[in-house]
C-alpha cells in the first residue's frame, strides 16, 4: 500500500534495508521476560523512598512531626522539602520564547504549602518499599486549608483568588492570533457553526510507572540515574544543574522503559527528590511510583474547552476559523519543556489542513489546584483536530454537503506546497487529497454509507466519521532550543567497524518500545552495506553515547535516523578508503556489499573482517602514509524548517447503542504520510498504539476531579483504559512523501495515531445520532452523554 | 503500594479456621481467591492484624446435586464454575453471569464464597443468589446456621456474616424443569463490574411467565429484587403493554444513587433496558 | 498459630524453593525480589493490568493477588520458565515476527495469557482472542497485532503452513 514518489537514490540499492520490516534486536529479551526496566535494577545497600503526599489540594504545611517515623522497622532517613531544598535547587517551568508565560519555583519536596493533592510533603527512606510506606503512614503533617481553584474557568474567572499571589491572577500563559480579515469572512458566510468542544484531562498510564534508581558515590564524586528516561541527556543536565554537579559528574542510563508516550520526558519533582536523596545519604536510592501515585502525580494532559466557530459558503468553501480555547495545567509549568506547549499546539494547528487564510485564535492557560498538565502523545493535536474536523463536520451539516466533498472542496492541494496555514505553520510538502482518496477507497465509502441508511431503517443506527490531520514531526531548536532550554534539537551517531568485522553504532536517541534500535540498525546497515545480523546498536547510556535529544516528539527516526545514515555513509567511505589501500585500486570503484567490498562488477574483493583484520593488527602492511579510520561520527539537526509536518487522514465506523448510549468501534482506518517509510512494520504498530490511546480518550479515559480538587479514579480500576476487549481492528497505510531536508527523507510517525482518532470517533458517533438531530461536542463520548443527548435520559 | 503487615496461618481444618478467626478478634479476615482482599490489603484500605486462608479446608470445595439442587463448595472458583456440566444443566443463569466476572486470570483465583461474602453492591453473583434464593451456609464455633440470600446482603460489603463466620457452601434449591432465567448487564469494559444489570428467574407455565424473582445489581447498596415489576410481570403474556409496566415498576422499586460512574437517571434508565433484555431471555428460553 | 514469618516450600520453574516469607509479601514481589526473576512485572499491584500474570499450578493468576505464603505446596511457572522450556516457543516467534510487542512490558503476562488460551481453544476467533485477553492491558500496541500473532500461533499449530 505504499507509493514511491522519490527517485531512486542510495536508499533504493538492491541489498538496502530500508523500507523492509526487519526483526527488532531487542525483542528476543523482551520476550522471554529477559529486558532490564528500571524497575528491575537493585544495587547493594540500595534503599527505597516513598513520599508523603498531601491530601488536600491547597494547604500550608503548619509542621512535620517525622519523630514516630523514624522508630520505624528499616528506616533510614525522613527528610522534608525545607531539608532537601538544601541539596537541590527549585525550578522554573517556563521558556523565553513563550512570551509571558510564567511559573514559580517548584521544589522538589514541597517546602512550605502543597498545591495538589499527591504534591509531596516528605521523603521516608527505608530499607524496603514496604518498610517505607510503613513509617510514611506515621509521619504527621499539621496542614492549613487553604482556598481550592479547581476548575479552571473559576481560576479564570474576574476578580478569582490567584493561587500564586504575586502573580496577581491565575493566566500563566496567554497567546493571541489574528490573521486575515475573520470578521469580514464571517459577515459573508451563507453559514456559520459552532460549539464548544470539551476535552477531559486524561494521563499517560505507561504500564510501567515512573522509575529512578540514584547512586551517588562519593568516592568517585558521580552520580548514576537510572532511570525510565525519553531524554537522558537533557536529564543529565538539569540533575547536574540543580544538584551542583558538573555535567561530566552525572551519568544517566536507560535500558528498557515500559512504555513513555512523553510522560517520561519531564522532570518529576519525586525524581529529583530521589537523586538528591541519594546524595544527601550517599547511597542508592530507588523510587518506583506505584499506581496511585502515578494517577495523582504522572502529568496529565488535554483538559481543554475550546468554543470554536466557522463560517462556510453554500459551494462549501471555509472562509474562517475562530477559536477561544481554555486550558488548566495545575499549580506549575512543568520544568523544562512548559505547560504552555499544548495550547500554543492548538492555535498553531486548529485550520492546518485547509486552505483558509483567515483565521482568530485566543488560548488561556490557568492555574489550579489539581496536578500539573504536560506533553503527551500528540500534544495539542488531538484538541486541534477534533475542533478542525468537529467545525467542518458541522458546517458540511449547516450547508447540507458530504463531509468527504467539503473536505476535497478545502483541503489544502496537493500541487501547492511549499505552503504556509493561516497560522503560520511551513509545509514542505503534504499529500491531503492522496491521503483522503486513498482512505474512501480502503474502507468503500460508498459502500458504508449504503449500509448506513439501511441499517437506521431497521433502527440500528452506524456512524462513519472522518478526520484530516497534519502533525509536527522532527522539531527543530525552534520547540525548546530557542527559549533557552537545554534541549538538544540534534542528534548524533558514531558508527565504527570492530576488530571482527562487525558494525558498532552508538546513538544518542533512546529506545522505549518504538523500535528505535531497529531503525538505526537498518539505516547504518544500509549505509554501510553490511548485513543487519552485524550491527549492533547502544544507546540510553550518557557515559557512551554522542550527545542529543532523545526521542519525542516523533523525532527518532527522522533525525538520530538521518545522523546515524550520515555516519554510516562516512564509515563506508572511510572503509572504502582502507580497502583501496589493501587492493591498490581506487574507492571510487568499489562499494561495499552483503558485508565484502565489491568492484563495480559486483565481484567480491574482501570482506569486511579482513579489513578490520588488516587495519586494527597489520596497519605495517597498509602504505607507510595512510591510517585508517574506522570510527564516523555524524550530527544531525533539521535546518530549513522549524518542523516537518506530516499529514493523514483518519476514519471511524461505528454503532450506537441508542437504548443503552454505548457506543461500540466497528472499523478504523488510517492513512497517513510520514515521508519515507523505513520499516513499515514498525510505523503501522506506531500508529495503531497512537490509534489506540486516541480511542481511549474518545471514549473512556477521564481524570475526574472533584470541587475540592481530589481526583476520584486514581486507580487502574476506575481510570478506564482501553483494552483489547473494545478495540477495533486499524487498517493502516501510507503515502510517501519524503522531506528533501535530509538524505534518508523519513519524517515521524510516532502521534499521527493519537492526532485523529478521537476526531474520526465524535463525528462518527454524530454523524450515527443525526436522526436525533443530536450533536456531542465532549470527549469522552460516555453512554451517558449520548442518552442526554439524544433525550432518553434528562 | 504494599500491603501492611498482618499475621498469617492456614488452617487445615475448619474447626481450627474457627478457633483462629476467634482468637485473632473481630478484625480478623479470612482470605479465599484474595481477588478483592489483597487489592484492599495493597492500597492499605485494609489493616487485619490476623488473615487466615481458608485455602486448604476441602470439604468447602465442590459442586455437587443435592436432591434436584444444588450445593456449592465456598471455596469452588470461578473458573471451576464456569466449567462446570452440572451448573450449566442445572443452573444456566449462574453459567451466564460467571463470564461476565472479572477476567480469566482472576476467575482462575476468584471464589464464590469469596464474591458472596465481599457483597460488592456491583457483583453478578450476589444478585445471582437472590434470583435464585439461594441458601448460604454459615459456620461458626458455635455450629452452622442457614441464611437466605434475601437475608445475608446487608449493604455495601456487608453480609450477615458476623465476626469469626465462615460461609461454607452455598445451596441453591431445586428449581424444577420448567424456571426459565435471563441476565444482562452493562459495563463499560469486559470484566468491569456492571454499571447495572439483572438477574431474572421465572417459571414457564402455558404461555405465562410465572413466580418471576428479578435481582438487579449496581443499583443499591447491595442486590435489590424488584418486587413490583415482578409482580407486573406473573403471570402475564409476552407483550409490550406487560414489558412497559413492569419497566415503569422500577421506580418503585429501585432507589439507586448518583455516583461517579453513573447519575441515578442513568442507572434506572439501564436497569430498565436490563430488564427488557431479561424478559426478551426469558420469552427466548420459554419458548 | 498464626505468624509474621511464614516457610513456604514450592516449585519454581520446575525447581523446589524453599523460604521465608512476610505474609504481605505478594507472589510477585517474592519472584521478582526474593528469587530475581523479573520477567513478571508489576504495573498496579491491584489487580486490573494484568502485568504480573504467571501460571499457579497451571492456571494463570495475577501474581500481585497472591500472597506468596498462598503459593505454598504449590507450583509456579514464569516466562523465564516457560521461555527456557519452550513451551511457547512458536508464540514468542509469532509475536516477534509481527511485533506483537513494543516496550514489551505487558508481554510476558500476555503470551502466558495467550497459551492459556490456546491449550484451551485450538481454534480461537479473533473476538475469543479479544476476550481472553481482556484483562491484559497493553498501552503500546494497541492489540490488534497482538491478535494478530495468537491467530497466526494457532493457525500454525493446527498444521497450517508457518
Ligand atoms: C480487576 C478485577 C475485576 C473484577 N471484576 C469483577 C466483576 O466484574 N464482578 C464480580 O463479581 N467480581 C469482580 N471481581 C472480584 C472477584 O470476583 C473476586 O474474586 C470476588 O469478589 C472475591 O472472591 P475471592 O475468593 O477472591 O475472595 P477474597 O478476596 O479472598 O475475599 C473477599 C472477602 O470475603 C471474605 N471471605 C472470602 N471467603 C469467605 C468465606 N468463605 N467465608 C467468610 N468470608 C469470606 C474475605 O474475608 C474478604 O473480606 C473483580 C476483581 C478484580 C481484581
Ligand atoms: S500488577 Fe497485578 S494486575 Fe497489575
Ligand atoms: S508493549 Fe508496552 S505495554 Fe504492551
Given at each position: 500500500?505504499t507509493e514511491r514518489t522519490s527517485p531512486l537514490s542510495a536508499l533504493d540499492r538492491p541489498n538496502s534495508y530500508i523500507g523492509r520490516a526487519v526483526?527488532?534486536?531487542?525483542?528476543?529479551?523482551?520476550?522471554?521476560?529477559?529486558?532490564?526496566?528500571?524497575?528491575?535494577?537493585?544495587?547493594?545497600?540500595?534503599?527505597?523512598?516513598?513520599?508523603?503526599?498531601?491530601?488536600?489540594?491547597?494547604?500550608?504545611?503548619?509542621?512535620?512531626?517525622?519523630?514516630?517515623?523514624?522508630?520505624?522497622?528499616?528506616?533510614?532517613?525522613?527528610?522534608?522539602?525545607?531539608?532537601?531544598?538544601?541539596?537541590?535547587?527549585?525550578?522554573?517551568?517556563?521558556?523565553?520564547?513563550?512570551?509571558?508565560?510564567?511559573?514559580?519555583?517548584?521544589?522538589?519536596?514541597?517546602?512550605?504549602?502543597?498545591?495538589?493533592?499527591?504534591?509531596?510533603?516528605?521523603?521516608?527512606?527505608?530499607?524496603?518499599?514496604?518498610?517505607?510506606?510503613?513509617?510514611?503512614?506515621?509521619?504527621?503533617?499539621?496542614?492549613?486549608?487553604?482556598?481550592?481553584?479547581?476548575?479552571?474557568?473559576?481560576?479564570?474567572?474576574?476578580?478569582?483568588?490567584?493561587?500564586?499571589?504575586?502573580?496577581?491572577?491565575?493566566?500563566?500563559?496567554?497567546?493571541?492570533?489574528?490573521?486575515?480579515?475573520?470578521?469580514?469572512?464571517?459577515?459573508?458566510?451563507?453559514?456559520?457553526?459552532?460549539?464548544?468542544?470539551?476535552?477531559?484531562?486524561?494521563?499517560?498510564?505507561?504500564?510501567?510507572?515512573?522509575?529512578?534508581?540514584?547512586?551517588?558515590?562519593?568516592?568517585?564524586?558521580?552520580?548514576?540515574?537510572?532511570?525510565?528516561?525519553?531524554?537522558?541527556?537533557?536529564?543529565?543536565?538539569?540533575?547536574?544543574?540543580?544538584?551542583?554537579?558538573?555535567?561530566?559528574?552525572?551519568?544517566?542510563?536507560?535500558?528498557?522503559?515500559?512504555?513513555?508516550?512523553?510522560?517520561?520526558?519531564?522532570?518529576?519533582?519525586?525524581?529529583?527528590?530521589?537523586?538528591?536523596?541519594?546524595?544527601?545519604?550517599?547511597?542508592?536510592?530507588?523510587?518506583?511510583?506505584?499506581?496511585?501515585?502515578?494517577?495523582?502525580?504522572?502529568?496529565?494532559?488535554?483538559?481543554?474547552?475550546?468554543?470554536?466557530?466557522?463560517?462556510?459558503?453554500?459551494?462549501?468553501?471555509?472562509?474562517?476559523?475562530?477559536?477561544?480555547?481554555?486550558?488548566?495545567?495545575?499549580?506549575?509549568?512543568?520544568?523544562?519543556?512548559?505547560?504552555?506547549?499544548?495550547?500554543?499546539?492548538?492555535?498553531?494547528?486548529?485550520?492546518?489542513?485547509?486552505?483558509?487564510?483567515?483565521?482568530?485564535?485566543?488560548?488561556?492557560?490557568?492555574?489550579?489546584?489539581?496536578?500539573?498538565?504536560?506533553?503527551?502523545?500528540?500534544?495539542?493535536?488531538?484538541?486541534?483536530?477534533?475542533?478542525?474536523?468537529?467545525?467542518?463536520?458541522?458546517?458540511?451539516?449547516?450547508?447540507?454537503?458530504?463531509?468527504?466533498?467539503?473536505?476535497?472542496?478545502?483541503?489544502?492541494?496537493?500541487?501547492?506546497?511549499?505552503?504556509?496555514?493561516?497560522?503560520?505553520?511551513?509545509?514542505?510538502?503534504?499529500?491531503?487529497?492522496?491521503?483522503?482518496?486513498?482512505?474512501?477507497?480502503?474502507?468503500?465509502?460508498?459502500?458504508?454509507?449504503?449500509?448506513?441508511?439501511?441499517?437506521?431503517?431497521?433502527?440500528?443506527?452506524?456512524?462513519?466519521?472522518?478526520?484530516?490531520?497534519?502533525?509536527?514531526?522532527?522539531?527543530?531548536?525552534?520547540?525548546?532550543?530557542?527559549?533557552?532550554?537545554?534541549?538538544?534539537?540534534?542528534?548524533?551517531?558514531?558508527?565504527?567497524?570492530?576488530?571482527?568485522?562487525?558494525?558498532?553504532?552508538?546513538?544518542?536517541?533512546?529506545?522505549?518500545?518504538?523500535?528505535?534500535?531497529?531503525i538505526?540498525?537498518q539505516v547504518v546497515a544500509t549505509a554501510v552495506g553490511a548485513?543487519l545480523?552485524?550491527?549492533?546498536?547502544?544507546?540510553?547510556?550518557?557515559?557512551?553515547?554522542?550527545?542529543?535529544?532523545?526521542?519525542?516528539?516523533?523525532?527518532?527516526a527522522?533525525?538520530?535516523g538521518e545522523?546515524a545514515w550520515r555516519?554510516g555513509r562516512?564509515?563506508r567511505?572511510?572503509?572504502?578508503?582502507?580497502?583501496?589501500?589493501?587492493?591498490?585500486?581506487?574507492?571510487?570503484?568499489?562499494d561495499i556489499a552483503g558485508?565484502?567490498?565489491v568492484?563495480?562488477?559486483g565481484?567480491?574483493?574482501?570482506?569486511?573482517?579482513?579489513?578490520?583484520?588488516?587495519?586494527?593488527?597489520?596497519?605495517?602492511?597498509?602504505?607507510?602514509?595512510?591510517?585508517?579510520?574506522?570510527?564516523?561520527?555524524?550530527?544531525?539537526?533539521?535546518?530549513?524548517?522549524?518542523?516537518?509536518?506530516?499529514?493523514?487522514?483518519?476514519?471511524?465506523?461505528?454503532?450506537?447503542?441508542?437504548?443503552?448510549?454505548?457506543?461500540?468501534?466497528?472499523?478504523?482506518?488510517?492513512?497517513?504520510?510520514c515521508g519515507r517509510v523505513i520499516n513499515p512494520?514498525?510505523v503501522?504498530?506506531?500508529?495503531?498504539?497512537?490509534?489506540?490511546?486516541?480511542?481511549?480518550?474518545?471514549?473512556?479515559?477521564?481524570?475526574?476531579?472533584?470541587?475540592?480538587?481530589?481526583?476520584?479514579?486514581?486507580?487502574?480500576?476506575?481510570?478506564?483504559?482501553?483494552?483489547?476487549?473494545?478495540?477495533?481492528?486499524?487498517?493502516?497505510?501510507h503515502?510517501e512523501t519524503p522531506t528533501q531536508?535530509s538524505e534518508l527523507g523519513a519524517?515521524?510517525?510516532?502521534?499521527?495515531?493519537?492526532?485523529?482518532?478521537?476526531?474520526?470517533?465524535?463525528?462518527?458517533?454524530?454523524?450515527?445520532?443525526?436522526?436525533?438531530?443530536?450533536?456531542?461536542?465532549?470527549?469522552?463520548?460516555?453512554?451517558?452523554?449520548?442518552?442526554?443527548?439524544?433525550?432518553?435520559?434528562? | 503500594?504494599?500491603?501492611?503487615?498482618?499475621?498469617?496461618?492456614?488452617?487445615?481444618?475448619?474447626?481450627?479456621?474457627?478457633?483462629?478467626?476467634?482468637?485473632?478478634?473481630?478484625?480478623?479476615?479470612?482470605?479465599?481467591?484474595?481477588?478483592?482482599?489483597?487489592?484492599?490489603?495493597?492500597?492499605?484500605?485494609?489493616?487485619?492484624?490476623?488473615?487466615?486462608?481458608?485455602?486448604?479446608?476441602?470439604?468447602?470445595?465442590?459442586?455437587?446435586?443435592?436432591?434436584?439442587?444444588?450445593?456449592?463448595?465456598?471455596?469452588?472458583?470461578?473458573?471451576?464454575?464456569?466449567?462446570?456440566?452440572?451448573?450449566?444443566?442445572?443452573?444456566?443463569?449462574?453459567?451466564?453471569?460467571?463470564?461476565?466476572?472479572?477476567?480469566?486470570?482472576?476467575?482462575?483465583?476468584?471464589?464464590?464464597?469469596?464474591?458472596?461474602?465481599?457483597?460488592?453492591?456491583?457483583?453478578?453473583?450476589?444478585?445471582?443468589?437472590?434470583?435464585?434464593?439461594?441458601?448460604?451456609?454459615?459456620?461458626?464455633?458455635?455450629?452452622?446456621?442457614?441464611?437466605?440470600?434475601?437475608?445475608?446482603?446487608?449493604?455495601?460489603?456487608?453480609?450477615?456474616?458476623?465476626?469469626?463466620?465462615?460461609?461454607?457452601?452455598?445451596?441453591?434449591?431445586?428449581?424444577?424443569?420448567?424456571?426459565?432465567?435471563?441476565?444482562?448487564?452493562?459495563?463499560?469494559?469486559?470484566?468491569?463490574?456492571?454499571?447495572?444489570?439483572?438477574?431474572?428467574?421465572?417459571?414457564?407455565?402455558?404461555?405465562?411467565?410465572?413466580?418471576?424473582?428479578?435481582?438487579?445489581?449496581?443499583?443499591?447498596?447491595?442486590?435489590?429484587?424488584?418486587?413490583?415489576?415482578?409482580?407486573?410481570?406473573?403471570?402475564?403474556?409476552?407483550?409490550?403493554?406487560?414489558?412497559?409496566?413492569?419497566?415503569?415498576?422500577?421506580?418503585?422499586?429501585?432507589?439507586?444513587?448518583?455516583?461517579?460512574?453513573?447519575?441515578?437517571?442513568?442507572?434506572?434508565?439501564?436497569?430498565?433496558?436490563?430488564?427488557?433484555?431479561?424478559?426478551?431471555?426469558?420469552?427466548?428460553?420459554?419458548? | 498459630?498464626?505468624?509474621?514469618?511464614?516457610?513456604?516450600?514450592?516449585?519454581?520453574?520446575?525447581?523446589?524453593?524453599?523460604?521465608?516469607?512476610?505474609?504481605?509479601?505478594?507472589?510477585?514481589?517474592?519472584?521478582?525480589?526474593?528469587?530475581?526473576?523479573?520477567?513478571?512485572?508489576?504495573?498496579?499491584?491491584?489487580?486490573?493490568?494484568?502485568?504480573?500474570?504467571?501460571?499457579?499450578?497451571?492456571?494463570?493468576?495475577?501474581?500481585?493477588?497472591?500472597?506468596?505464603?498462598?503459593?505454598?505446596?504449590?507450583?509456579?511457572?514464569?516466562?523465564?520458565?516457560?521461555?527456557?522450556?519452550?513451551?511457547?516457543?512458536?508464540?514468542?516467534?509469532?509475536?516477534?515476527?509481527?511485533?506483537?510487542?513494543?516496550?514489551?512490558?505487558?508481554?510476558?503476562?500476555?503470551?502466558?495469557?495467550?497459551?492459556?488460551?490456546?491449550?484451551?481453544?485450538?481454534?480461537?476467533?479473533?473476538?475469543?482472542?479479544?476476550?481472553?485477553?481482556?484483562?491484559?492491558?497493553?498501552?503500546?500496541?494497541?492489540?490488534?497485532?497482538?491478535?494478530?500473532?495468537?491467530?497466526?500461533?494457532?493457525?500454525?499449530?493446527?498444521?497450517?503452513?508457518?
Open positions: 500500500m526483526p527488532r534486536p531487542n525483542l528476543g529479551r523482551l520476550l522471554e521476560g529477559r529486558g532490564q526496566y528500571v524497575s528491575d535494577i537493585s544495587l547493594p545497600r540500595m534503599a527505597h523512598v516513598v513520599f508523603v503526599r498531601s491530601p488536600y489540594a491547597h494547604a500550608r504545611i503548619v509542621s512535620i512531626d517525622a519523630a514516630d517515623a523514624r522508630k520505624g522497622k528499616g528506616v533510614v532517613a525522613v527528610v522534608t522539602g525545607a531539608e532537601l531544598a538544601n541539596v537541590c535547587t527549585p525550578w522554573v517551568g517556563v521558556l523565553t520564547h513563550l512570551k509571558g508565560l510564567k511559573s514559580p519555583p517548584q521544589h522538589a519536596i514541597a517546602v512550605d504549602r502543597a498545591c495538589w493533592v499527591g504534591e509531596a510533603v516528605a521523603a521516608v527512606v527505608a530499607a524496603s518499599r514496604a518498610e517505607a510506606e510503613d513509617a510514611a503512614a506515621r509521619v504527621l503533617v499539621e496542614y492549613e486549608e487553604l482556598p481550592v481553584t479547581a476548575d479552571m474557568d473559576d481560576a479564570l474567572a474576574a476578580g478569582a483568588a490567584p493561587i500564586h499571589p504575586d502573580f496577581g491572577d491565575n493566566i500563566a500563559f496567554e497567546r493571541r492570533l489574528d490573521v486575515g480579515e475573520v470578521d469580514a469572512a464571517f459577515a459573508q458566510a451563507d453559514a456559520v457553526a459552532e460549539a464548544e468542544f470539551v476535552f477531559a484531562r486524561h494521563t499517560g498510564v505507561t504500564l510501567e510507572a515512573r522509575s529512578i534508581v540514584a547512586d551517588w558515590n562519593p568516592g568517585e564524586q558521580r552520580l548514576t540515574v537510572y532511570q525510565g528516561t525519553q531524554a537522558p541527556h537533557m536529564m543529565q543536565n538539569i540533575i547536574a544543574r540543580h544538584l551542583g554537579l558538573a555535567e561530566a559528574q552525572v551519568r544517566v542510563l536507560c535500558k528498557d522503559v515500559g512504555g513513555s508516550f512523553g510522560i517520561k520526558v519531564h522532570v518529576y519533582a519525586d525524581d529529583m527528590a530521589t537523586v538528591a536523596l541519594s546524595k544527601l545519604l550517599k547511597r542508592p536510592v530507588k523510587h518506583v511510583a506505584d499506581r496511585v501515585e502515578s494517577f495523582l502525580t504522572d502529568i496529565h494532559a488535554r483538559d481543554h474547552r475550546c468554543k470554536g466557530r466557522v463560517a462556510v459558503r453554500k459551494d462549501g468553501t471555509i472562509l474562517a476559523f475562530e477559536i477561544d480555547d481554555r486550558t488548566g495545567i495545575g499549580p506549575y509549568s512543568v520544568y523544562p519543556r512548559t505547560s504552555a506547549i499544548e495550547a500554543n499546539q492548538v492555535v498553531n494547528l486548529v485550520g492546518g489542513p485547509y486552505a483558509v487564510k483567515n483565521y482568530r485564535a485566543r488560548a488561556r492557560v490557568a492555574f489550579q489546584n489539581k496536578n500539573v498538565t504536560c506533553q503527551y502523545r500528540a500534544v495539542g493535536h488531538p484538541i486541534a483536530c477534533s475542533v478542525t474536523e468537529g467545525l467542518v463536520d458541522r458546517a458540511a451539516a449547516a450547508i447540507g454537503m458530504d463531509p468527504v466533498e467539503i473536505r476535497r472542496r478545502n483541503l489544502l492541494p496537493d500541487d501547492c506546497y511549499p505552503a504556509e496555514s493561516a497560522a503560520g505553520m511551513k509545509f514542505e510538502a503534504l499529500s491531503h487529497h492522496a491521503a483522503l482518496e486513498k482512505i474512501l477507497a480502503m474502507m468503500d465509502y460508498e459502500a458504508l454509507r449504503a449500509e448506513q441508511a439501511r441499517l437506521r431503517e431497521q433502527g440500528v443506527y452506524r456512524g462513519v466519521g472522518i478526520a484530516s490531520f497534519i502533525e509536527v514531526t522532527n522539531p527543530s531548536a525552534a520547540f525548546y532550543g530557542v527559549g533557552g532550554a537545554r534541549i538538544s534539537s540534534q542528534d548524533g551517531a558514531a558508527v565504527r567497524l570492530d576488530a571482527s568485522g562487525a558494525i558498532v553504532c552508538q546513538t544518542s536517541i533512546t529506545e522505549q518500545g518504538q523500535g528505535s534500535e531497529a538505526i540498525a548485513p545480523e552485524r550491527v549492533r546498536v547502544i544507546l540510553g547510556d550518557t557515559d557512551n553515547v554522542p550527545y542529543g535529544g532523545g526521542t519525542w516528539a516523533s523525532r527518532g527522522g533525525i538520530g545522523a555516519a562516512a564509515l567511505d572511510n572503509i572504502l578508503s582502507v580497502a583501496a589501500a589493501i587492493l591498490q585500486t581506487e574507492a571510487a570503484a568499489l558485508g565484502e567490498i568492484d563495480a562488477e565481484h567480491a574483493r574482501i570482506g569486511l573482517d579482513e579489513i578490520a583484520r588488516i587495519a586494527y593488527f597489520r596497519p605495517d602492511t597498509l602504505p607507510p602514509d595512510f591510517q585508517a579510520e574506522l570510527i564516523a561520527t555524524r550530527h544531525y539537526a533539521p535546518r530549513k524548517f522549524p518542523f516537518a509536518f506530516t499529514n493523514g487522514v483518519q476514519a471511524a465506523s461505528i454503532e450506537v447503542d441508542v437504548r443503552t448510549g454505548f457506543v461500540k468501534l466497528l472499523r478504523h482506518w488510517v492513512v497517513e504520510d512494520q514498525l503501522d504498530e506506531q500508529i495503531r498504539g497512537g490509534v489506540v490511546q486516541g480511542l481511549g480518550a474518545a471514549l473512556f479515559e477521564h481524570c475526574r476531579y472533584d470541587e475540592r480538587g481530589q481526583m476520584l479514579n486514581a486507580n487502574m480500576a476506575d481510570y478506564l483504559v482501553p483494552m483489547a476487549g473494545e478495540m477495533p481492528d486499524i487498517e493502516v497505510a503515502v531536508e519524517k515521524g510517525a510516532g502521534e499521527a495515531g493519537t492526532a485523529g482518532a478521537a476526531a474520526a470517533v465524535a463525528n462518527a458517533v454524530n454523524d450515527a445520532l443525526a436522526p436525533f438531530g443530536a450533536v456531542i461536542s465532549e470527549i469522552p463520548l460516555t453512554p451517558e452523554l449520548v442518552l442526554r443527548a439524544i433525550g432518553a435520559i434528562s | 503500594m504494599k500491603a501492611p503487615e498482618f499475621d498469617y496461618a492456614r488452617p487445615a481444618s475448619l474447626d481450627e479456621a474457627l478457633r483462629l478467626l476467634a482468637d485473632g478478634g473481630e478484625d480478623a479476615r479470612v482470605i479465599a481467591g484474595g481477588q478483592s482482599l489483597v487489592p484492599a490489603l495493597n492500597l492499605r484500605l485494609a489493616a487485619p492484624p490476623v488473615v487466615v486462608d481458608i485455602g486448604g479446608l476441602d470439604p468447602l470445595r465442590g459442586i455437587e446435586a443435592v436432591g434436584d439442587g444444588l450445593r456449592i463448595g465456598a471455596l469452588v472458583r470461578h473458573a471451576e464454575l464456569a466449567r462446570s456440566a452440572l451448573v450449566a444443566a442445572r443452573c444456566p443463569l449462574l453459567t451466564q453471569a460467571i463470564a461476565h466476572v472479572a477476567h480469566p486470570a482472576i476467575r482462575n483465583r476468584g471464589t464464590f464464597g469469596g464474591s458472596l461474602a465481599q457483597a460488592d453492591p456491583a457483583a453478578e453473583l450476589p444478585a445471582c443468589a437472590l434470583a435464585l434464593d439461594a441458601i448460604m451456609i454459615v459456620a461458626s464455633r458455635s455450629g452452622e446456621r442457614r441464611v437466605a440470600a434475601q437475608d445475608f446482603f446487608r449493604g455495601v460489603y456487608e453480609t450477615a456474616l458476623a465476626a469469626g463466620e465462615i460461609l461454607v457452601a452455598v445451596e441453591i434449591p431445586a428449581l424444577g424443569a420448567d424456571r426459565r432465567f435471563g441476565f444482562a448487564e452493562f459495563s463499560r469494559r469486559r470484566g468491569d463490574f456492571a454499571i447495572v444489570g439483572v438477574a431474572a428467574a421465572a417459571t414457564k407455565s402455558g404461555g405465562r411467565l410465572a413466580s418471576p424473582r428479578i435481582a438487579f445489581f449496581g443499583t443499591g447498596d447491595r442486590p435489590q429484587l424488584a418486587r413490583a415489576a415482578a409482580a407486573a410481570l406473573d403471570g402475564a403474556a409476552n407483550d409490550t403493554n406487560t414489558r412497559k409496566a413492569a419497566r415503569e415498576k422500577l421506580a418503585a422499586d429501585l432507589d439507586p444513587v448518583e455516583d461517579s460512574t453513573a447519575s441515578r437517571a442513568m442507572r434506572l434508565h439501564l436497569a430498565g433496558e436490563a430488564l427488557e433484555q431479561a424478559i426478551d431471555a426469558l420469552w427466548r428460553e420459554a419458548a | 498459630m498464626s505468624a509474621r514469618r511464614i516457610r513456604i516450600s514450592l516449585e519454581v520453574n520446575g525447581e523446589p524453593v524453599e523460604a521465608e516469607v512476610a505474609p504481605r509479601q505478594h507472589l510477585a514481589d517474592f519472584l521478582r525480589e526474593t528469587l530475581g526473576l523479573t520477567g513478571t512485572h508489576i504495573g498496579c499491584e491491584h489487580g486490573v493490568c494484568g502485568a504480573c500474570g504467571v501460571r499457579l499450578d497451571g492456571a494463570v493468576v495475577r501474581a500481585c493477588l497472591t500472597l506468596a505464603a498462598q503459593a505454598d505446596g504449590g507450583a509456579v511457572e514464569t516466562i523465564e520458565g516457560v521461555s527456557d522450556s519452550g513451551e511457547i516457543a512458536d508464540l514468542q516467534a509469532a509475536f516477534e515476527k509481527r511485533n506483537a510487542l513494543q516496550c514489551g512490558y505487558c508481554t510476558p503476562a500476555m503470551l502466558l495469557s495467550a497459551q492459556e488460551l490456546l491449550l484451551e481453544n485450538a481454534a480461537p476467533s479473533r473476538e475469543e482472542i479479544r476476550d481472553h485477553l481482556s484483562g491484559n492491558y497493553c498501552r503500546c500496541t494497541g492489540y490488534h497485532a497482538i491478535v494478530d500473532a495468537v491467530e497466526e500461533t494457532a493457525r500454525q499449530r493446527r498444521g497450517g503452513p508457518a
